[in-house]
T-cell receptor, first 113, second 114 residues
Framework: AQSVSQHNHHVILSEAASLELGCNYSYGGTVNLFWYVQYPGQHLQLLLKYFSGDPLVKGIKGFEAEFIKSKFSFNLRKPSVQWSDTAEYFCAVNAGATNKLIFGTGTLLAVQP | ETGVTQSPTHLIKTRGQQVTLRCSSQSGHNTVSWYQQALGQGPQFIFQYYREEENGRGNFPPRFSGLQFPNYSSELNVNALELDDSALYLC?????????????FGQGTRLTVV
């Protein structure tokens, strides 16, 4: 069965620190990969997505992610976080014809000013 | 704002009751998916509707059912509510005719079963 693992459940950083959130998935075929963010009290929003092509994907608000097929990974990075990045981050995989998303359990990021 | 609207935003029901949650998809979208997000968990896929028919289902019992209407809006119905059904229910819409597109989520309905 397809699954997504996010290794960091709760991350606390100071402003300007660098961020890397891990995401691994289990599926042997072609996948589409996503990072969604949920700010407090808001809906899930897409940060970035990978379908094909350049494995280094740039998203909104300075976030990027790298797809490493051999490691089944799609880690999220940001060189310098801001207080406004405080949110919950979800990695998701879409495999198959139904566009069904498999989500990880999420990483709660708290950025201290 | 995504253009996906869900109602109601909050709901409290008693165990054994039935509930209907509603979702209006974003303009131009023909596919609606429903997810359950329990506290501290990622969203879990319940099912998807396309052309008014169920098109894929996750690991949820038959008491979770749905509908899609000709205007692509959708309902999620849950019968015989259990305490564990307490969760945030998310609706996501997308356009199946467009390759390599993402789903857009509504703000969710917070269901509490007591």
């Amino acid at each position: 069965a397809q699954s997504v693992s996010q290794h960091n459940h709760h991350v606390i950083l100071s402003e300007a620190a660098s961020l890397e959130l891990g995401c691994n998935y289990s599926y042997g075929g072609t996948v589409n990969l996503f990072w969604y963010v949920q700010y407090p009290g808001q809906h899930l929003q897409l940060l970035l997505k990978y379908f094909s092509g350049d494995p280094l994907v740039k998203g909104i608000k300075g976030f990027e992610a790298e797809f490493i097929k051999s490691k089944f990974s799609f880690n999220l990075r940001k060189p310098s976080v801001q207080w406004s990045d405080t949110a919950e981050y979800f990695c998701a995989v879409n495999a198959g014809a139904t566009n069904k998303l498999i989500f990880g359990t999420g990483t709660l990021l708290a950025v201290q000013p | 704002e995504t253009g996906v609207t869900q109602s109601p935003t909050h709901l409290i029901k008693t165990r054994g009751q039935q509930v209907t949650l509603r979702c209006s998809s974003q303009s131009g979208h023909n596919t609606v998916s429903w997810y359950q997000q329990a506290l501290g968990q990622g969203p879990q896929f319940i099912f998807q509707y396309y052309r008014e028919e169920e098109n894929g289902r996750g690991n949820f019992p038959p008491r979770f059912s749905g509908l899609q209407f000709p205007n692509y809006s959708s309902e999620l119905n849950v019968n015989a509510l259990e305490l564990d059904d307490s969760a945030l229910y998310l609706c996501a819409s997308s356009n199946r005719a467009i390759l390599n597109t993402e789903a857009f989520f509504g703000q969710g309905t917070r269901l509490t079963v007591v």
